[in-house]
């Protein structure tokens, strides 16, 4: 059994950055993939980035070139570089992992979810 701990949200304004951590225990990482996953109030989740155990990426439209997603495997964690935020980033940010993943933004597809951590962007 994996346990997911997000950390890192805040109040920011728009134009500032925010990095958040997604920290796993039970079992090493290293051969999962993991995936960030935000709700806003009222509205339904979205997948917006994701990392293989190979370290490739997936963004979405939304973030492709403020977000970025990196892993570190000796602290059992992987994290989400924030940059340019904006209003419409927030919400609440879940991290999920799986070791076997059918499609990356695919909720159903993983096993292991985050409690979540707010992102709120404000002037």
């Known amino acids: 059994q994996v346990r997911l701990v997000e950390s890192g949200g805040g109040s920011v304004q728009p134009g500032g950055s925010l990095r958040l951590s997604c920290a796993a225990s039970g079992d090493s990482v290293s051969t999962y993939s993991m995936c960030w996953f935000r709700q806003a109030p009222g509205q339904g989740g979205e997948a917006f980035v994701a990392?293989?155990?190979?370290?490739?990426?997936s963004y979405s439209d939304a973030v492709k070139g403020r977000f970025t997603i990196s892993q570190d495997y000796a602290k059992n964690a992987w994290y989400l570089q924030m940059n340019s935020l904006q209003p419409e980033d927030s919400a609440m940010y879940y991290c999920a992992s799986s070791r076997y993943v059918g499609g990356w933004n695919v909720p159903g597809t993983y096993d292991y979810w985050g409690q979540g951590t707010q992102v709120t962007v404000s002037s």
């Open positions: 990392i293989d155990s190979d370290g490739t990426p």
